[in-house]
């Protein structure tokens, strides 16, 4: 029953500016919950690391230090295109009176590759004729419409969608579930303007957000934002607890670890880029968006106004904003977590800056 399945996993060592490291997973895990155990072996002259993929700073100290990795020799899950659902919204639609969006997820049990060669066995929000992934689709309706979401269980135990922002209790879903093979529409104003999380809200909260249960959803203002961006994209700051310790093994953005790193985001100089930044992390109470060789403005809710001008964002679990940013010079441009653990573990990526 209790089937413990260690993989052999391939550490390769990367290093930011100072000495933080990254390890890469290569091998298989155990998909039964609870009862996966990690092992990462030392490999390549870089020195033994024994025990958990979660190693300690100690242990990683002793690492040689190299150059930050980046492109296709990264190992990282995922095809090219795994993630341009949330890399290329489509743009928002103009405010009108009475209009009503609609959208159907359907909760559903998945084992998901999260880190190269390294399986979760997740719960996922999937909208139909899409493939399954975590995060789940980003929702994109205009402050003032109403909005119907039909939750419908795939799975095999209750789940429910609860979703930040104003909306009546009985739309909440926090007091009612949607039990297996059952669906449920909940229905809103959308308001008020800007990014918001939506999770699921069954208990125990914390197994069902860390199973991958959360999504991104835009809010567009009734008044377009002074500025209108010329990309816009979502990223959601995610971990997974493989050996459900209650500690994160894998830390990523997007739900791919090292994946911005083998495919760096292609941006052009000089355009707007806006980024709705949700951060969903369990067992960790805080992540952070850093970016190399800029700043941006940082919007905690709403569009205009941004609250601070940086290079770098805090945000507590369930947290999010929006980073309006533009790049000046051509290149590749690193952005992590400044937790430096959680870069080390696959929260890091590029940003590669075109003409
Ligand atoms: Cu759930």
């Known amino acids: 029953m209790h089937l413990v399945t260690a993989i052999a996993a391939t550490t390769t060592v990367l290093a930011l500016s100072a000495a933080a490291l990254v390890l890469l997973l290569t091998g298989t895990s155990s998909a039964r919950d609870g009862d996966s155990t990690l092992q990462a072996r030392g490999h390549g002259g870089h020195g ?3 025990g958990t993929i979660s190693a300690t700073a100690a242990e990683m100290a002793e690492m040689d230090h190299g150059a930050a990795m980046i492109g296709e020799g990264v190992a990282a899950p995922g095809e090219p295109d795994a993630t341009d659902y949330l890399l290329d919204l489509p743009g928002p639609k103009p405010y009108q009176p009475g209009r009503v969006r609609e959208f159907t997820l359907v909760t559903e049990e998945h084992d998901l590759e999260v880190a190269e060669g390294l399986t979760f066995p997740a719960w996922t929000f999937t909208q139909p004729g899409h493939d399954a992934a975590v995060p789940g689709p980003v929702l994109r309706v205009t402050e003032g419409d109403t909005v119907r979401i ?4 795939a799975s095999s135990q ?3 969608l609860h979703t930040h ?4 209790s009985s739309q909440d879903g926090v007091l009612d579930m949607v039990g297996p093979g059952e669906s449920f ?7 008020p303007s800007g990014v918001q999380p939506y999770h699921c809200h069954a208990m125990p909260l914390k197994k069902h957000i860390s199973k991958g249960m959360y999504g991104t959803m835009i809010i567009d203002p009734k008044v377009p934002p002074k500025e209108v961006a010329d990309r816009e994209m979502a990223m959601v700051m995610n971990a997974y607890d493989t050996n459900y310790d209650g500690e994160n093994e894998v830390y990523t953005v997007n739900g791919l670890a090292f994946h911005y790193a083998k495919y760096p985001i292609k941006v052009k100089r000089g355009e707007l880029n806006r980024i709705y930044l949700v951060n969903m992390t369990e067992n960790d109470p805080l992540n952070s968006f850093h970016v190399h060789g800029n700043f941006f403005d940082y919007r905690p809710i709403g569009f205009d106004n941004p609250s601070q001008y940086t290079d770098i964002v805090s945000q507590i679990q369930g947290d999010r904003g929006i980073i309006d940013i533009r790049f000046p010079e051509a290149g590749p441009f690193m952005f992590h977590a400044h937790q430096t653990e959680f870069g080390d573990l696959g929260w890091m990526g590029f940003f590669e800056v075109v003409e």
């Open 48 to 50: 033994a690391v024994a």
């Open 158 to 160: 209750p789940h429910s």
């Open 185 to 191: 529409t909940y229905e809103f104003t959308a308001g």
């Open 165 to 168: 922002g104003i909306h009546p």
């Open 150 to 153: 039909t939750l419908r269980n």
